[in-house]
C-alpha cells in the first residue's frame, strides 16, 4: 500500500525507518520529511494546513493510509478530514485530539470517570485563579489551558511565581491557550510516560520511556522539547503498567467513547509515579519526541500492521514484540537553543551506522550537497544495550564521532536509571 507520513522530526523519521521495513509497504510519502528520511520515501512538500491539497495528493498517488506526527494538524481536524474522504488515518478526529489540545477538557474527564490526577479548578479570568492558588497554598501548578508548544505550564514553588504565571497566561504571553487556565495540586513521586494505541474500543499497549526535559546537565536550565530519552523506564515495572491500564488508559477510551468522541490514535500519557501509585500528569495524542525513536528502536513487529490494524478498528488482531533491551537517545541541538540559535551551520560528519546504534535526524537538510541543521533539535543519536549504562555509553561514542561544531548535547542522559542500575 502507498503511504503518507506527515511531520519532519526525529520522531518521524524514526517511524519512517520502521514502516520502511514493512512487507506491507509499496511507496512511503513524507510530508515534508528531513535530510535523513531519503532512503526510507519520498519527500513531498505538501501544506498540511490545506486539507484538500493533502486529499488531492492522496488520490493522485493513491494513498490509501496517512499517518499523522505531530498533535497541531490532528487538533485541526485533519484526520476528520481524511476520514471524511474516504482515507485511512492514523490519529485522533479533532474531538478525541481534545485530550491534547485541552488541559481542562481532560481534567473534566478525569473527574468524571474517576481517573487519578491532580485536583484541580479551571478559571478564565487572574482575580479568582489567584483567589484559589491563595487558598490552595504553594507548591502548586498553573497551567495554560491550550497548546502551548510545551511551554504552558509553570511549576510554582512561591506565591509569586505561581501568581505571575496566572498574569502571564491572561496577559497574553501564550496567545489563545492561555485564555483559560487550570490550577492543579502539585504531585510528588518520579515521571514516566507510557504510550499505548487504541482503535476507539481496543487497547494495545505499547512500552514505557523517559525523557529529560531540561536543557542542562543534572534535570537544570529552562525546558525544551527534550533533551533525550531512554525505554523502558525502570520505575514501570509490570505492576505499575498493569495499574497503569486499569485505573488510568482502559477508563479514558471507556469515557471518551461514551462521551461520543472515541479515541483512535496512540495515547501518550504523562505520569507521575506517586505513594499512592500512578496519577495522570497530561496526554499527547502523538508520539512523543524523542520518546518515539527509542520506543521504535526496540520494537519488533511490523509498525505499519499494529498502526493500520488501529485505523481499521481491529486492534484485537495483532500484537507488539520488544526487544529486550534498553534504547536511549542522545539530541544534539544547535548552540542557544531552546533560545535562539544560528540556522545553516554545516554538519561537516557523521559516523557510520553499526549495528544497534542508529542517528534519527530532526531540524536538517541538503544544501548544495552539504548537510546542515536547520532547527533547534537536529540528530537523535540513538543505541541500545543490555543496560542504560551500555546503551548510553555506545550512543555518546556515537555522540563524539559527529563532526557538527555548532552542535550540543547533555552529557548524562538516562543519569537516573543507571544510578539505579548501580545501586
Ligand atoms: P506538561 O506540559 O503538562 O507535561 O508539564 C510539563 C512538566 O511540568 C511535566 O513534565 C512535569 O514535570 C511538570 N508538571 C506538570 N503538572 C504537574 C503536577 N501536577 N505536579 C508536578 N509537576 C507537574
Ligand atoms: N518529549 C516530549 C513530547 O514529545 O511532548
Redesign the pocket.
Known amino acids: 500500500m502507498n503511504v503518507l507520513l506527515i511531520g519532519s522530526g526525529g520522531r518521524e523519521h524514526a517511524l519512517a525507518w520502521k514502516m520502511a521495513q514493512s512487507p506491507l509497504l509499496s511507496t512511503l510519502y513524507i510530508a515534508p520529511g528531513n535530510a535523513g528520511m531519503h532512503d526510507c520515501g519520498t519527500l513531498v512538500s505538501l501544506d498540511v494546513d490545506n486539507h484538500d491539497a493533502v486529499i488531492a495528493f492522496c488520490n493522485e498517488k493513491a494513498v490509501t493510509f496517512v499517518i499523522v506526527g505531530p498533535e497541531a494538524p490532528l487538533v485541526a481536524g485533519i484526520a476528520d478530514d481524511l476520514r471524511a474522504a474516504g482515507i485511512k488515518v492514523f490519529g485522533p478526529s479533532a474531538a478525541a485530539a481534545q485530550l491534547e489540545g485541552s488541559k481542562g477538557f481532560t481534567k473534566d474527564l478525569c473527574a468524571k470517570y474517576n481517573i487519578p490526577t ?1 485536583a484541580y479548578q479551571r478559571f478564565n479570568n487572574a482575580p479568582k485563579a489567584k483567589a484559589y492558588v491563595r487558598q490552595q497554598g504553594v507548591p502548586i ?1 498553573i ?1 495554560a489551558d491550550g497548546l502551548a508548544a ?1 511551554k ?2 509553570t ?1 510554582a514553588m512561591t506565591l509569586d511565581e505561581a501568581l505571575n504565571a496566572i498574569d502571564d497566561c491572561f496577559e497574553g504571553a501564550y496567545g489563545e491557550a492561555g485564555a483559560e487556565v487550570v490550577v ?4 510528588d513521586g518520579e ?1 514516566a510516560s507510557f504510550f499505548c494505541i487504541s482503535d476507539g474500543k481496543n487497547l494495545l499497549a505499547l512500552a514505557s520511556a523517559q525523557d529529560h ?1 531540561r536543557v542542562g546537565d543534572g534535570d537544570t536550565g529552562p525546558n525544551t522539547g527534550g533533551m533525550g530519552a531512554y525505554s523502558p523506564a525502570p520505575v514501570m515495572t509490570e505492576a505499575m503498567v498493569t495499574r497503569t491500564m486499569k485505573e488510568i488508559i482502559e477508563p479514558t477510551v471507556a469515557g471518551m467513547a461514551a462521551d461520543g468522541h472515541p479515541f483512535s490514535g496512540v495515547f501518550f500519557a ?1 505520569l ?1 509515579i506517586t505513594e499512592k501509585g500512578p496519577e495522570l ?2 496526554y499527547n495524542v502523538r508520539f512523543g519526541d524523542p520518546e518515539c525513536q527509542v520506543l521504535m528502536m526496540r520494537l519488533k513487529s511490523d509498525l505499519l500492521e499494529i498502526l493500520l490494524a488501529a485505523a481499521e478498528g481491529r486492534l484485537n488482531e495483532v500484537t507488539a514484540e520488544w526487544r529486550d533491551e534498553t534504547a536511549l537517545t542522545v539530541v544534539m541541538a544547535s548552540k542557544g537553543y531552546p533560545g535562539s540559535y544560528e540556522k545553516n551551520t554545516v554538519i561537516a560528519a557523521l559516523p557510520e551506522s553499526v549495528d544497534g546504534t542508529k542517528i534519527f535526524h530532526a531540524g536538517t537538510a541538503l544544501k548544495d550537497g552539504q548537510l546542515v541543521a536547520t532547527g533547534g533539535r537536529v540528530l537523535n543519536v540513538t543505541a541500545t544495550g543490555a543496560s542504560v549504562m551500555e546503551a548510553q555509553t555506545r550512543a555518546y561514542a556515537a555522540v563524539d564521532a559527529v563532526q557538527w561544531e555548532n552542535g550540543f548535547c547533555r552529557r548524562d542522559i538516562g543519569w537516573r536509571a543507571i544510578e539505579r542500575e548501580k545501586a
Open positions: 491532580g501548578v497551567k510545551g504552558g505550564v511549576v492543579e495540586a502539585y504531585l515521571e526535559k504523562g507521575m500528569i497530561e
